[in-house]
């Protein structure tokens, strides 16, 4: 399974990013999706996540200025990053789990500097 991570870049502190994964996999819309990420000499955590159903969960660290959503029909999941803060700097991977297996995307760079 190939997951395709892209819309990193260099923003200033307080400017948005969206993140889109493409995840052109049938069992998509059966998939939990989910965004990490890894800041350098940092373990890689979760940042946002959206079961099948439609709920989610968020890092407490970017609850009110991050959403995750989905588009089913284009197998494809979005992560709107609003307000960021030098601490959100770091490369954002996109996750696929279905059942026990899990797959990774290649990972986007986001930096955000003044």
């Known amino acids: 399974v190939q997951l395709q991570a892209s819309g990193g870049g260099l923003v200033q502190p307080g400017d948005s990013l969206r993140l889109s994964c493409a995840a052109p996999v049938s069992i998509f819309s059966a998939s939990t999706m989910a965004w990490y990420r890894q800041a350098p000499g940092n373990q890689r955590e979760m940042v946002a996540r959206m079961f099948s159903t439609g709920s989610t969960n968020y890092a407490d660290s970017v609850k009110a200025r991050f959403t995750i959503s989905r588009d089913n029909a284009k197998n494809m999941v979005y992560l709107q990053m609003n307000s960021l803060e030098p601490e959100d700097t770091a490369v954002y991977y996109c996750?696929?789990?279905?059942?026990?297996?899990?797959?990774w995307g290649q990972g986007t760079q986001v930096t955000v500097s003044s």
């Open positions: 996750k696929l789990n279905w059942g026990p297996r899990a797959y």
